[in-house]
């Protein structure tokens, strides 16, 4: 298959991935990648060349670089000497049993192979580690450690596969020499990784200071420096590129702030570029590996050596071994630390199982394992690759598939399990932790608060000229609003259908019967034509179907719903395309019927609100200004008689967006100064607001 080809095909499944991962939140992305993968592998026969060298450069390079380049500084200075530990003792211990008994259960794989397999199952991903981590309620200490050793220990385990594979091709290993070639590419490594990293943070800030402020060159300048680095230590030192990588990306995490000094966008854009490069490079590694499964599964299910079901018994001893001594490696840790956090032995056993549950094995693993050579030193091939390769993506697939099923089962929690590429900011969230203990308003509430003000805002700045734009713009943050409440109201795990929901329901239906009404009234009257009646009975009936919709599961009024849907978005369309200068009178007529339908609506719902029983049921004040607002907004296009937006539109609405913004910074300056959120969110929500201001500025040019 292309280069070419072959990338396209994996950026757009990437896309699929994350698109039906949307709607199934609780199955890790990286499951359905493989599925997809597997997919393309048997439908299309699609096959990927894989090498050795380009594999770890193109992969585990920036993928390493930007876990270093996100470690929480202060909790790897707090526990660096356990989490070294961790990251170097424990891969080693998991690479000696781990080895030891796949070579007992496969004698057929040779020792030196079952070492390697062993080691490159050690390292876990990261951002799925502190994600269980957290959902597993493991104590602060313990989240730290088992997450900052997450992050430090693919160096380790990728040297220990690198030898493990040496051996198992040369057919030759001493472990003196091995010690002594560690502690050199180790150290090697290291060393020009931090030298390198702080020659091009000189070359760098020396390139600013004499005014070469090209955002785009620095950004692009850091995106090669991983690949640069590996390069450079792995072909002239001949040390450990992993190793470097991961120090150059600690060191460029401590000394970027020097360079917000000169390009304060240089932090955005930086971001924002490695969130995409990581989440499309973690993406194609698991693609590739559903892809790969079928050569694996090939290779394994007509081995003469061992049978199917065999195989898969194996893969869940492996998966079963590397929980036993994680999780014994933290029951060790916890007895050992005893004395400051006290606990029962019995819930030390607990959070020792979920830590080695924790242990979610992600796309270094599969980097590792991909990167077997197909031969050995003397041109034979290289003995159960196939096997390796199958044991491999199996204890990845059983350990994501055991934290989903096992972790809600222990700890009572539901959050979906997040892993690289979904780019969680570790040290945000460390820094959040400390300001937890404040009384301070989490972000949904914050960004409730701070909708509501530009909101009031907007409705204060609505005159008669500007009306329209002010409708639709309060129309908006109605939605973002309702959406926002929704999730509070939805975050329950009561089965029954939330308040704020069933309240919408009840204040809809309300002011659908006043519609109803007002449609059979003005047709009892003879006031409209059988055209326009018949045209509101089926307006009216998909309003039904969208309020029958309303807090329930698929059924079938969801596809109705969605096929009303899709002919109201392509009338449109074709409207659009063909615009007709004149309105025939059955249309003039049907604007007239929908204004006084909505008006009808508004009248109805205040009706009801007035009656005594019904004002102590104190109906949620913002579901009924939305709905009010979705009518005043109906009745105001009717009486613009459906024209499309003018550029005077476009202008009141741009004014508009400007004020409300600045409204939106208020609140949160306002928030801040009443130490109701941190630091750290009000960045947040300030960048937001950035983002949404550079789309201003944007769509204006274009206009322009």
Known sequence: MAIIEAVILLITLVIIANIIGHYLPNLPVSLIEIGLGL????????????????????????????????FPKKELWALRGPIIGNAIFLVFATTL?????????????????????????????????QSISEQADLPPRVLHLVSGESLINDASGLISFKYGIAAAVTGYFSWQQAAGDFLYISIVGALAGMIIMLIIHFIRLFMLQQGFEDVMFHT?????????????VE?????????????????????????????????????????????LLNGIVFLILGIELPVAMHNTVYNPLINTSEEILLVLAVWLILVIVRGLWTLAYLLYTNQTNPKTFRENIKIAVLSGLSGVRGAITMAGVLSVPTVLADGSPF?????????????????????????????????????????????????????????????????????KVAASMVESQRHIDNNRAALDLLAEYQLMI????????????SDELPPLIAEELILRQ???????????????????????YRHGKRKLRQKQVMLSVIGTSFNWHHVQLQVYRAWSISKRFLTHLWPRHTKSPSETEWQLTEREMAKAGIKQLSYFLKQPENRQRHYNRQVIYQIIVRYRNQIENMKNGGRSKTAIYERQLQKLRIKALTSERVAIQELLEQHKISWQLADELRKNINYSENALILARTDTE
């Open 220 to 232: 692009i300048l850091q995106l090669v420096t991983p690949f640069i680095i590996y390069l450079i």
């Open 482 to 493: 309702r959406r926002l409440e929704s999730q509070q109201s939805e975050a329950s795990t």
């Open 39 to 70: 997919m393309v592998a048997l439908v299309f026969t699609v096959k990927i060349p894989l090498k050795t060298d380009w594999f770890m450069l193109v992969f585990v390079a920036p993928l390493l670089f930007n876990d270093g380049r996100r």
């Open 97 to 129: 049993i781990g080895g030891l008994a796949i070579h007992w259960l496969v004698p057929a794989l040779p020792l030196a192979a079952s070492f390697a397999l062993a080691a490159i199952l050690s390292p876990t991903d990261p951002v799925a580690v």
């Open 510 to 532: 309300v002011a659908f019967d006043g519609e109803r009404q007002k449609l059979e009234a003005l047709w009892a009257e003879k006031a409209i034509s059988a055209k326009s």
């Open 235 to 279: 072909d002239l030192f001949h040390a450990s590129g992993v190793i470097a990588v991961v120090v150059a990306g600690i060191i460029s995490h401590s000394s970027r702030n020097i360079f917000l000094d000169f390009l304060p966008e240089l932090k955005l854009v930086t971001e924002q570029t490695w969130s995409i490069s990581v989440y």
């Open 383 to 451: 003995p159960q690759r196939g096997l390796m390769l199958f044991i491999a993506a199996g204890v990845i697939i059983v350990s994501l598939v055991m934290a989903v099923v096992l972790i809600p089962k222990l700890t009572k929690v539901k959050a979906p399990i997040e892993m690289r590429g979904m780019q969680r900011d570790l040290e945000a969230e460390a820094a959040a932790e400390d300001e937890a203990a404040a009384d301070l308003l989490d972000e949904t509430n914050a960004k409730i608060y701070m909708y």
